[in-house]
């Protein structure tokens, strides 16, 4: 399985950027994938999930309204469009495939890109 996730770069804030995740080796209309970012010196945090047909998405509580996760399985490629971003926003975003769930709790997927990095200027 690789991930390889483009998209990132230097935005000032109140900008925009849509991240990518291309996606080959697995079964992927078959697979959830999710977006995760990570700051300096912390752990990788969710910020979206989405399910393999699109239909259930997922947000880190504080995230949703700014961030939007899509996908398109022809293309097998997951989106991440992020609105209004700010400086905190920097950080960076990496791609993760086949997530599971089991009594509701969700963990992340086995597979993970090598991460783009989003940097916001103030």
């Known amino acids: 399985v690789q991930l390889q996730a483009s998209g990132g770069g230097l935005v000032q804030a109140g900008g925009s950027l849509r991240l990518s995740c291309v996606a080959s080796?697995?079964?992927?209309?078959?697979?959830?994938m999710s977006w995760y970012r990570q700051f300096p010196g912390k752990e990788r945090e969710l910020v979206a999930r989405i399910s393999g047909a699109g239909i259930i998405s997922n947000y880190e509580d504080s995230l949703e309204g700014r961030f939007t996760i899509s996908r398109d399985n022809a293309k097998n490629t997951v989106y991440l469009q992020i609105n209004s971003l700010k400086p905190e926003d920097t950080a960076i975003y990496f791609c993760?495939?086949?997530?599971?769930?089991?009594?509701?709790?969700?963990?992340?997927?086995?597979?993970w890109g090598p991460g783009t990095q989003v940097t916001v200027s103030s």
């Open positions: 080796g697995l079964i992927f209309r078959a697979t959830g």
């Open positions: 993760n495939a086949g997530y599971s769930v089991h009594l509701g709790v969700y963990s992340a997927g086995p597979y």
